[in-house]
């Protein structure tokens, strides 16, 4: 039975076999993982992830392949969550979760913020994305690919870009090429954000006009005396500070808000 690619749930199913095997192993699924994928499409990767493991969660929008995923296979060994996955609260498989998936690229930004909230419940997660978007994930300080992509997952986050992957592997072949990143959870122990609304408001303003100095940038944040005492020179600009340096001004100013509370 043919399936017509969805356009709009971004639907490029994978068909080279040797990359498909090479996924597999870099994810390295063994028994008794509890590993949950996410758009599973005609099971591509599934396939093989289900002839490693027990048991495996699914999670998918389209309701077309949710039906031919009920046929393929058996309810024991494949959960369906026939649902967005933006929206599901993956807490609810509990702890030490493996998540993987050749995801939807036109959502993968909200998905990987959405997956951020839950990296308490994460061992590691590999995914298909946009070689572009992993390079920005991956991207470091002084570069045009680091942004607040970056330090946002950074901050959760340690991430390897895996291996790249040809836009001929999939079928229709999308327009970019892709690359498979690994992400595992930081522990808690390392550079921690007080406030992490606050660290992503910082982080969003400096970046939000890459060319002009963090003076103008973090101007609603920070003043001379501010820039001084982080020991920060406010002629830089949003690239030249590292992960940690959000953190730093993210504690200062949550330090300074309770100060005033009390
Ligand atoms: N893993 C398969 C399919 C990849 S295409 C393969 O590699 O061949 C992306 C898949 O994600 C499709 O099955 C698509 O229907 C599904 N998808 C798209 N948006 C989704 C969403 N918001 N939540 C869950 N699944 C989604």
Redesign the pocket.
Known sequence: MRHNP?KR??????IDQQIIAQIIAAIYPKKNDRIIE?????G??TRPLLQAVNHLDV????RD?VARLNKEFSQEKLTIHAT???KFDFSAFGNNLRIV????YN?STPLLFHLSQFSEHIVDMHF?LQKEVVDRMVGMPTTSDYGRLSVMLQYRFDMEHVFSVPAESFSPAPKVESAIVQMIPRPKSSMHAQDEVLLSQVVSAAFSQRRKTLRNTLRDFLNTDDFCALGIDSGLRAENLSMEHFVAIANFLEKRLENRVK
């Open positions: 969805r749930f971004g639907q490029n199913f994978l996410i758009g599973p499409g005609l591509a990767l999670v998918e929008i389209d392949i967005d996955a933006l998936g050749n995801l939807p959502i298909m």
